[in-house]
Nanobody, 115 residues
Framework: QVQLVESGGGLVQPGGSLRLSCVPS????????MAWYRQAPGNQRELVAI???????DYADSAKGRFTISRDNVKSIIYLQMNNLQPEDTAVYYC?????????WGQGTQVTVSA
């Protein structure tokens, strides 16, 4: 079993930035796709950004132009740089690692955007 530990969440004003990190308990093979999801109260969990082992990113429309996902393949750490945060970005952000039928989730880190 692999544990994913997220960090970097917090309270930020609208227009501010945060950088989330996700560290696995052991390095994962690059075949794993890694991603960030988020879940706001009353909403379903939704994909924010995803990155392949080859470093190819993709983003939800809400994240394009503001968020950047990156990956350190040596340590299997992924990051989510979030700029120009807005109140609608408020959610618990979860790290995900997935390959075939194997899926790991972190416990989540709270991001709150408020004046």
């Amino acid at each position: 079993q692999v544990q994913l530990v997220e960090s970097g969440g917090g309270l930020v004003q609208p227009g501010g930035s945060l950088r989330l990190s996700c560290v696995p308990s052991r390095p994962l093979p690059t075949i794993y796709t890694m991603a960030w999801y988020r879940q706001a109260p009353g909403n379903q969990r939704e994909l924010v950004a995803i990155i392949t082992g080859g470093g190819q990113p993709d983003y939800a429309d809400s994240a394009k132009g503001r968020f950047t996902i990156s990956r350190d393949n040596v340590k299997s750490i992924i990051y989510l740089q979030m700029n120009n945060l807005q109140p609608e970005d408020t959610a618990v952000y979860y790290c995900n690692a997935e390959w075939s039928h194997t899926k790991y989730w972190g416990q989540g880190t709270q991001v709150t955007v408020s004046a």
